[in-house]
């Protein structure tokens, strides 16, 4: 299988992402082999979407999730809250929560083991940023950041798990590492978490790239067995980009079958 997940970030309305979904869900229409799709609107636009969405097997995402349950905490969604509207997966520790709000390799945990209680299915990001990767740190930063996101967490290997290898430096830049170092990492990634969860089935968890993904890279990523999707940005938000690169994971899907 191969994922392609639409992070929408804070750029559309209500009205705005009932009408992307729309679109979105159209280009998987009439295809028998198709890559699962998981769009990610804002949070006020959860429900609306979630009316589109239903029994079309897309999923929904929301982009972040409370480490809390409940409480006095000023403009937090819980995991409980978001399970209620139907979202099904929740991207956490991305690159603008970590860099922008603060978030630590310590809350990303505890928004983990939040989410699976609730039954969401985490979106793990984790990437180095431009600094770490000259300093040759990238593979450790990387390590550490799967290390100490998933301590103590027990997924449920019936459900996938994604991590997206996201590099900092890619996102909303334009710039992406060669495939051959998507390769790499996510071939390290692999093997930290078999070191990690040893018994864990080869189904467990997807690793997706995201980073300045489009509809002219898509395909060199896809095509790498070990590329199971990609976590897409301001492509996402372009229905034409998106096109392009669901029809590049449709192709792989062909060639593969
Ligand atoms: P981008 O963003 O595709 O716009 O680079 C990716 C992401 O932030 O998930």
Not at 26 to 52: D, N, Y
Not at 57 to 66: C, K, S, Y
Not at 124 to 133: D, I, K, P
Request: neutral net charge; contains cysteine.
């Amino acid at each position: 299988m191969k994922y392609i997940i639409g992070n929408w970030k804070m750029n559309l309305g209500v009205r705005e992402s009932v009408a992307l979904a729309r679109a979105s869900l159209l280009l998987l229409r009439g295809k028998k082999i198709a890559p699962q799709m998981v769009l990610c609107p804002s949070t006020i636009a959860l429900s609306e979407v979630r009316k589109v969405v239903a029994r079309s097997g897309v999923g929904l995402g929301a982009q972040n999730v409370a480490v809390e349950d409940q409480g006095a905490f000023t403009g937090e969604i819980s995991a409980r809250m978001l399970s209620e509207v139907g979202v099904t997966h929740v991207i956490i520790g991305h690159s603008e929560r970590r860099h922008l709000f603060g978030e630590t390799d310590e809350l990303i945990n505890g928004k983990i083991q939040k989410a699976l209680e609730y039954n969401l299915i985490p979106i793990l990001c984790v990437g180095e940023t431009q600094e770490e990767r000259e300093n040759g740190q990238a593979k450790k930063v990387v390590t550490h950041q799967i290390v100490t996101a998933l301590k103590n967490v027990r997924p449920k290997f019936s459900e996938t798990f994604f991590i997206a290898y996201e590099p900092v430096w890619a996102i909303g830049t334009g710039e992406t590492p060669t495939t051959q170092e998507i390769v790499e990492m996510h071939t390290h990634i692999q093997s930290v978490l078999g070191e990690i969860f040893p018994t864990a089935p080869s189904s467990a968890f997807a690793i997706l790239y995201g980073g300045s993904v489009n509809g002219e890279n898509a395909y060199a990523f896809l095509r790498e067995s070990c590329v199971d999707g990609l976590l897409v940005g301001g492509a996402s938000v372009k229905i034409h980009q998106l096109k392009d690169i669901v029809e590049a994971a449709c192709k792989v899907l062909i060639a593969q079958a």
